[in-house]
């Protein structure tokens, strides 16, 4: 073996490296699918779309804009921790929309009508959350670990169960002079939260809202760099999380060494749950540009973070700190398709997105094949030398 | 309106709704039967729709007086063919590079909604895709004059609904009587015996997909033709009821027209329940809406022992480890 081939396997033997790499590629092989369609769509304008992806964006009004970037970027990570923390166990909880749906109905209650609680609405108004999309996610857990239906499906299914029951919830709740507490008939969307209800912008004497002046931003962001430290510690350094990730490995061998399976299976989605439900609870508490704050529509289409979440939790293959950078990655990239839509559309950036992940799904094979023919063209190129 | 308008009413409403999930439900079957998950389906129906539809705006544009029965049964075409080029995505993945099913669904998923409005916006600066929906069939000579069933599958229907029909009895006959079909569910059951008796697991597993996504974008072209007069981006879930049906339906062809059937009747109750005197007052759409998962839900349980999902669905086939 010379010294080519032992760097190459020593390279491809470094599985945190090789997944790095393929991640990049991935991300690389999405670009450029997306600068070929820019080029048919709009082939003036493709150029700039690219650089817009790339930051352009950044260079006017650059503090407020990155304020704008981490707000968003914060239920990309929530979610995607909250799908990674089910992978990691080695379930699909495709079903995060439903349980960020339900944490964010939940929130919205509290916030509206749990106003004597004062300094502390939005705390309560997030552990209500959790709460809700915890036991939103513990359906799909349960009916997996007592019934062995695949969660997955069950899912899917809890997901238009949650919509529905929130839809219906919101429609019918009236208050003590029968009025309808949260729905707003004459937008067709509930109403906001109460103002003082809204997520602080300062943490600890950081005033984010000093810092980025006229941006959306809320100590959301702080809260889920925090969350993946936590998924983080409690994933690999504690006797539950190591339980839960060798059920992920081979939940055979853990079961065979004594780990309850059963056990794990249901608390990873009640956990994943809770994630998912906190994301919803900072989107409908978060006050906004100048206390705009959010609302919900009433509409039968699922919403998109849980499948977003999904994008994150894929490209960042799980790692809690991987998903801090793939949400600031995916919000950058729509942060631009944001800026640049009078060019090109922005679901130029949707179809990048779907692209990466269909790369990097596919890319595990494609890691082993190259390495393979790496190897076998230098080691025929040494034959023909001799 | 009396006891009896209503009910036939709301049947008839009933077949409309049903017809996309069943050709898509069966789309899935055929996936499942080969041993491959489609969880694409949502995404190849928004697909298919977008495309026939798209067809269809057009063709409507440069002949005005063409005959609406040739442009849907072009339409149509249009549709399968979509459909199928969109799953090739995932045969790709799924067959020959043993990606994870799920998730290479999920990226066609993400993928497809974003694609077609893209070029929708980019084409016309919306994303809805309008057309003039003629393709009604107000009532079919002499059967429609039939009491009770031709008022139900008679009248107010298109050309879609008898091809569903068509569908059902084709595939419960290409599934259960066919050597194609035979080998279909053998490779979804047990490939590695299967190959062993020289069946190319591989092409098996392509074909399965396939007739998936060909299925799939017909449902979708079905799905806006039952509901509306345009296109607007997707297809509110009715991919994924699709698999619901699919497994209510337990991989059986007459078993999934009839869960379709049931699924069909609870949104045309969902969206006709104010009809029926006494519910007018609530706003009950959304547990009716809610009930055909919930019934999905508990026959996932109650059939959890006893279930004829197809044992190596999921599963992908390395001839390696044969």
């Not at chain 1, 799980?318 to 060019?343: C, E, H, K």
């Not at chain 2, 009491?147 to 139900?152: D, H, S, V, Y």
């Not at chain 2, 699709?242 to 027209?257: D, E, T």
């Not at chain 2, 104010?274 to 007018?280: A, D, K, R, V």
Request: net charge positive.
């Amino acid at each position: 073996m010379n010294r080519f081939e032992q760097t190459l396997r020593k390279i491809l033997s470094n599985r945190a490296l090789v997944n790095l790499l393929a991640t990049l590629i991935a991300i690389i092989i999405g670009i450029s699918i997306g600068f070929v369609i820019m080029l048919i769509a709009r082939p003036q304008q493709a150029t700039s779309g690219i650089r817009f992806l790339f930051g352009s964006w950044l260079s006017t009004n650059t503090p407020t804009r990155i304020g704008n970037w981490l707000y968003y970027a914060t239920s990309l990570i929530v979610m995607g921790l909250a799908v990674a923390f089910a992978f990691k166990t080695g379930l699909f909880n495709i079903g995060a929309t439903g349980q960020y749906t339900v944490g964010l109905f939940a929130a919205l209650y509290v916030g509206i009508a749990w106003t004597g609680l004062g300094r502390f609405q939005w705390v309560v108004g997030l552990i209500m959350a959790s709460l809700a999309g915890g036991f939103w996610g513990f359906f799909p857990g349960f009916l997996k670990s007592r019934f062995k239906v695949h969660e997955v499906i069950s899912s899917i299914m809890f997901n238009y169960i949650g919509m529905y029951l929130v839809n219906f919830l919101i429609s019918n709740i009236k208050n003590a002079s029968g009025q309808l507490l949260l729905f707003d008939h004459s937008y067709g969307r509930t109403y906001k939260v109460a103002t003082s209800a809204f997520i602080p912008r300062s943490f600890f004497g950081i005033d984010l809202s000093s810092i980025f002046p006229g941006s959306e931003i809320d100590i959301g962001i702080i809260l889920a760099i925090l969350l993946s430290v936590l998924v983080y510690f409690v994933l690999y350094r504690t006797k539950f999380g190591f339980e839960l990730r060798a059920c992920g490995f081979n939940r055979h061998a853990a079961q065979y060494s004594g780990i309850n399976e059963n056990r794990s299976i249901t608390l990873a989605m009640i956990i994943s749950g809770a994630l998912a439900g906190f994301g919803g609870g900072l989107f409908i508490l978060a006050g906004r540009v100048s206390n705009v704050g959010n609302i919900y529509k009433i509409v039968d289409v699922l919403l998109p973070e849980g499948f977003q979440g999904i994008s994150v939790a894929l490209l960042a293959l799980s790692n809690p700190f991987g998903i801090v950078f793939a949400g600031l990655f995916i919000s950058f990239i729509q942060r631009g398709g944001f800026y640049m839509q009078t060019l090109i559309k922005n679901e130029i950036v949707d179809i990048i997105v779907a692209v990466i992940i269909y790369t990097s799904a596919i890319s595990l094979i494609f890691q082993t094949r190259i390495a393979n023919w790496l190897l076998k063209t230098r080691s025929e190129k040494k034959k023909r030398g001799k | 309106m009396g006891w009896f308008e209503i009910s036939m009413l709301i049947l008839n409403a009933m077949l409309l709704f049903s017809i996309p999930l069943l050709i898509t439900a069966l789309g899935g079957m055929f996936s499942e039967k080969s041993g491959v998950v489609n969880i694409s389906l949502e995404g190849i129906m928004v697909f298919g729709s977008f495309f026939s539809i798209l067809f269809i705006n057009i063709m409507q544009n440069q002949f005005p007086s063409i005959n609406p029965t040739l442009l849907i049964l072009m339409a149509m075409v249009v549709a399968i063919v979509s459909g199928v080029l969109l799953s090739t995505l995932l045969a790709f993945s799924a067959v020959n590079l043993k990606a994870n099913q799920v998730i290479g669904g999920t990226a066609i998923n993400l993928l497809a909604t974003p694609l077609v409005v893209f070029i929708a916006r980019t084409l016309n600066d919306v994303r809805t895709v309008q057309f003039s929906n003629n393709f009604t069939i107000s009532k079919v000579p002499l059967l429609g004059d039939i009491p009770i069933i031709g008022e139900i599958f008679f009248r107010n229907t298109t050309l879609l609904t008898y091809i569903g029909f068509f569908i059902v009895i084709l595939a419960s006959v290409v599934i259960t009587k066919t050597k194609f079909g035979l080998r279909l569910s053998s490779v979804g059951e047990h490939p590695g015996a299967a190959d062993s008796v020289g069946i190319n697991v591989y092409k098996m597993r392509w074909a399965g997909v396939m007739i998936s996504g060909g299925l799939a974008g017909l449902g979708g072209l079905a799905f806006v033709i039952a509901s509306s007069v345009s296109f607007d981006g997707n297809v509110i879930g009715y991919g994924f009821l699709a698999l619901a049906v699919m497994i209510f339906g337990q991989w059986k062809p007459w078993r999934i027209f009839m869960a379709a059937l049931f699924f069909g009747l609870m949104s045309a109750l969902a969206f006709k329940y104010s009809l029926i005197p006494g519910l007018e007052s609530f706003s009950l759409g959304y547990l009716f809406r809610m009930f055909p998962y919930v019934a999905t839900i508990i026959a996932l349980i109650l059939t959890s022992n006893k279930s004829r999902v197809p044992k190596a669905s999921g599963i992908p086939y390395d001839q390696g480890s044969r």
